[in-house]
């Protein structure tokens, strides 16, 4: 039960801290879908560090790793609606956007999460 407590908590916080970050790029009105993109490619880079934590010296008790990993970086990041999205970019034509958002999305999505455990490694 503890468990799933951690995971909830963690969920729900990363979906409030997801939620605000797209609002906070709102202002930004344009069919490439900037506020998912940019969380997506933060939470790559978080779960990057939180794993980085986790491996270094075991910094990151299990029920840390689920709270941050597991939980947080769950609730924050956002590969459901990534996916509509795409199918909507597709629907509509945006075929440019739709390849963008794609392999933007994955590629740097990798090289931040290296990037935050790679950034770790080095302290």
């Given amino acids: 039960m503890k468990n799933i407590l ?3 908590l963690g969920g729900g ?3 409030i801290a997801r939620y605000l970050c797209q609002k906070m790029l709102a202002w ?3 069919s490439f879908p900037t506020g998912t993109f940019l969380v997506n490619i933060l939470g790559c880079f978080l779960i990057g560090l939180f794993y980085a934590l986790a491996e270094k010296q ?6 840390w790793r689920l ?6 970086c769950g609730g924050y990041t956002t ?3 990534f996916a509509l999205e795409n199918i909507m970019l597709y629907r509509n034509g945006e075929f ?3 390849g963008l958002y794609i392999t933007g999305s994955v ?11 790679f950034i770790l490694k080095l302290f």
């Fill in 79 to 81: 590969f459901s609606t």
């Fill in 28 to 30: 930004y009105a344009h």
């Fill in 13 to 15: 916080l990363g979906s």
């Fill in 67 to 72: 709270l941050l990993m597991t939980g947080f």
């Fill in 58 to 63: 075991n910094f990151l008790n299990p029920e």
């Fill in 107 to 117: 590629l740097l999505g990798i090289a931040a999460t290296f990037c935050g455990m």
């Fill in 6 to 8: 951690l995971v909830g």
């Fill in 96 to 98: 440019l956007y739709l």
